[in-house]
C-alpha cells in the first residue's frame, strides 16, 4: 500500500469512527443560525437530524445558546426531542418553550415517555403537563404514575394491540387495518382470554407469513414472560437481555393486561444502570452530566471526596505508628507508595470485576467463593511477581537486600488481601443490602492502604532494625 492510499484508509477509519457523533461544522451552522436569527435556516439545518442528535447538540452548547436556539426553533419542537433529552436539562428545556409548544409535543408522546418526563417534576409542573392531554390519556398516565418508582408498571406503555385466543390471522389483520388509532411501534399481538389475561403473544412477521385462516394461538411465541406492575425495573430489564426478549405484557394485581414493556425501554433502563454503577463507582454521583453547573457538579462530589479523605487519614494513622521506623530508614518513605498505590490498583481490578458480575447476576450464591479464590491466587501470582521484580529493584537501588525482602514479602501480602477484598467487600455489602457500586469503593481503598502501610512498615521494623 502507497502512503498516499495509506493515509486515505486512515482518513476513511477516522469518519468511519466519526459517524455517530455531531458534525463540528453543522454544530457551528446551527449556532451561527441562531446567532443571526435566521429561523429557515436553522429549521433548513435541524430537519435532517434525528431527534436523538438534536437532544445530543441541545446538551452540548452553554445554557444560553441553548435557550436562543429554542425560541428560534419553538413551532419545529416535537416530543420525540423532549424523551431523547437528558434528565439535567429536560426542565430548563421546558421552561423556555411556549406552553402551546410544550402541549404539542407531550400530546406527540407515548404513554411511558410522559411518565418517564412527568416523574422529574414538581406537582405544579406535573399538572400543568397532565391538563394538556386528553382525558384518556391523563388516566392512563397518572395511574402509572400510581405505581412505584422503578416499576414495570412506570416503565410500560399503556397502549397495547391484543386480540382473543381463538382469533384467525385474516381477523387481527382486519382489526389492525380498521383501528383508528395504533401504538406507532409494536411488535407482537398480544392473546388474551375472556378475563383479559394475556395468554400468548403472537409476532407481527409470523401474521403477515401465515394464511388468512390460520388460528394465532397456534403461531404463539415459545418464549412468552409476563411482568407485574409492582416489578422492579431492573429485573424487567435483565429478563429481556437475558432471554432476548422484543415485548411483553404487563398485568396488575388481578393478572389483567394493562400494558407493555417494549425492549427500547428495557435496555434504556439497561444503559441507565450501567451508568449509575460506573459514575458510583468513581464517586461523582449517579446522576451527573456534561450539561450540570459548577455548583451541581461540587455537591456531588464533595461528599465521595470527603469519604476518601477518612481513608487516607486511616491509612496516614497507620504510618504514624512507625515514625521512628520510617526516621531511621529514609527508603521506606520512597517505597512506601509502590505498595499501597499497586494495592490499590489491583483492588480496583478486582473490584470492577465483581460489581459487574453481581449487576448481571452472574456472581451468586453458587460460585461466589470459586470466584474469591480465583481473585485470590490471581493477586498471589502477580504478587510474587511484582514481589521479585521490586526485591531487586530494591538491592540495585538502596543496596540493601533485606530491604528488597521486606517490599517483595509487603508486595505478596497486600495484593492477595486486594483480591480478597475487591471481591469479598462488594459480595458482602450486596448480602446486607448496600448497593456495591455505591460503598465497596472507600472500603477497598482503605483496606489495601491500611495493609499495605502495616505490612511494609512492620516487617521493616522486625526484619530491619
Avoid at 134 to 148: G, N
Avoid at 356 to 379: C, H, P, S
Wanted: avoid cysteine; charge should be negative.
Amino acid at each position: 500500500m502507497t502512503e498516499a492510499e495509506d493515509q486515505i484508509a486512515t482518513e476513511d477509519d477516522r469518519e468511519e469512527e466519526d459517524d455517530y457523533s455531531l458534525d463540528r461544522r453543522a454544530v457551528a451552522a446551527v449556532l451561527y443560525a441562531v446567532e443571526v436569527e435566521d429561523r429557515d435556516k436553522l429549521i433548513e439545518l435541524m430537519e435532517p437530524m434525528h431527534a436523538a442528535d438534536i437532544a445530543d447538540l441541545l446538551e452540548q452548547i452553554n445554557p444560553y445558546d441553548r435557550g436562543r436556539l429554542l425560541r428560534l426553533y419553538d413551532l419545529e419542537f416535537d416530543g420525540e426531542i423532549l424523551s431523547e433529552l437528558d434528565e439535567s436539562i429536560r426542565e430548563e428545556v421546558m421552561e423556555v418553550l411556549r406552553p402551546e409548544t410544550l402541549a404539542e409535543a407531550v400530546r406527540d408522546m407515548e404513554s411511558d415517555d410522559v411518565v418517564d418526563l412527568l416523574e422529574d417534576l414538581d406537582e405544579t409542573q406535573q399538572e400543568a403537563i397532565l391538563d394538556v392531554l386528553e382525558d384518556a390519556d391523563r388516566v392512563a398516565v397518572e395511574q402509572a404514575l400510581s405505581y412505584p418508582e422503578f416499576s414495570a408498571g412506570r416503565l410500560m406503555q399503556r397502549e397495547t394491540v391484543m386480540a382473543p385466543e381463538h382469533w384467525t390471522v385474516g381477523d387481527a389483520i382486519d382489526y389492525m387495518r380498521n383501528a383508528e388509532e395504533l401504538p406507532e411501534q409494536f411488535y407482537h399481538v398480544i392473546l388474551i382470554d375472556p378475563r383479559m389475561r394475556p395468554v400468548a403473544n403472537v409476532s407481527l412477521g409470523k401474521i403477515m407469513g401465515a394464511p388468512r385462516t390460520s388460528p394465532l394461538k397456534n403461531l404463539a411465541e415459545e418464549m412468552f414472560r409476563v411482568f407485574r406492575v409492582t416489578q422492579d425495573e431492573g429485573d424487567v430489564a435483565y429478563a429481556f437481555n437475558q432471554y432476548h426478549l422484543i415485548s411483553a405484557p404487563v398485568v396488575d394485581e388481578d393478572e389483567r393486561l394493562v400494558g407493555v414493556i417494549t425492549i427500547d425501554d428495557a435496555m434504556a433502563v439497561l444503559d441507565e444502570e450501567h451508568e449509575e454503577d460506573i459514575l458510583r463507582l468513581a464517586g461523582v454521583g449517579e446522576e451527573s452530566s456534561l450539561s450540570d453547573r459548577v455548583i451541581e457538579t461540587t455537591r456531588q462530589r464533595l461528599p465521595w471526596l470527603a469519604v476518601n479523605l477518612v481513608t487516607a487519614i486511616l491509612a496516614s494513622l497507620v504510618i504514624a505508628q512507625f515514625e521512628a521506623t520510617i526516621a531511621q530508614f529514609v527508603a521506606l518513605a520512597v517505597l512506601m507508595p509502590i505498595v499501597a498505590s499497586m494495592g490499590g490498583n489491583a483492588g480496583t481490578q478486582s473490584l470492577t470485576v465483581a460489581v459487574r458480575a453481581i449487576a448481571t447476576k452472574d456472581l451468586t450464591g453458587a460460585n461466589v467463593w470459586r470466584v474469591i479464590r480465583r481473585e485470590v491466587l490471581v493477586g498471589l501470582v502477580n504478587g510474587v511477581v511484582f514481589a521479585v521484580v521490586m526485591g531487586i529493584v530494591g538491592v540495585i537501588w538502596f543496596g540493601s537486600p533485606m530491604l528488597g525482602v521486606v517490599i517483595a514479602v509487603a508486595m505478596v501480602i497486600n495484593l492477595v488481601v486486594a483480591g480478597l477484598a475487591g471481591t469479598g467487600i462488594p459480595v458482602l455489602l450486596e448480602k446486607i443490602g448496600v448497593d456495591p457500586a455505591l460503598a465497596s469503593g472507600a472500603f477497598v481503598t482503605t483496606v489495601t492502604d491500611v495493609v499495605g502501610f502495616f505490612a511494609f512498615l512492620a516487617l521493616a521494623g522486625a526484619v530491619l532494625l
